[in-house]
Nanobody, 133 residues
Framework: QLQLVESGGGLVQPGGSLRLSCLAS????????IGWFRQAPGKEREGVSC????????CYANSVKGRFTIARDIAKNTVYLEMNSLKPEDTAVYYC??????????????????????????WGQGTQVTVSS
């Protein structure tokens, strides 16, 4: 059974850093693209970042470019989202998702430059990130 479990969320002050993890089970990362998405209260879900089956292909929403970095560890079957210079507007529930068509998933972007949610088939339960002083 394919499963994704996020961890690493929490409360951090503005300007701080967090690293989110997405542990995959039931499949291997080298056949799927992984995307990170977020949803703040009262707002629509937003694509944040993605990494392809080949880690050469990544994408970032304009709002996080230069602050967030996506990476993966094949041996641990885990994808990470390193988040630096966090802002209050980064507060949201963060989800990771897997796409069984990785080439399409990393090529098709939403209007902000991040991954498009409709390209992703499998979703985790989410982890809360709160940026506040």
């Amino acid at each position: 059974q394919l499963q994704l479990v996020e961890s690493g969320g929490g409360l951090v002050q503005p300007g701080g850093s967090l690293r989110l993890s997405c542990l995959a089970s039931g499949f291997t990362l080298d056949h799927y693209a992984i995307g990170w998405f977020r949803q703040a209260p009262g707002k629509e879900r937003e694509g944040v970042s993605c990494i392809g089956a080949s880690e050469m292909h990544t994408c970032y929403a304009n709002s996080v470019k230069g602050r967030f970095t996506i990476a993966r560890d094949i041996a641990k079957n885990t994808v990470y989202l390193e988040m630096n210079s966090l802002k209050p507007e980064d507060t949201a529930v963060y989800y990771c998702a897997a796409a069984s068509k990785p080439v399409m998933a990393t090529m098709i972007r939403d209007i902000t430059g991040g991954p498009l949610a409709t390209e992703y088939n499998y979703w985790g339960q989410g982890t809360q990130v709160t940026v506040s002083s």
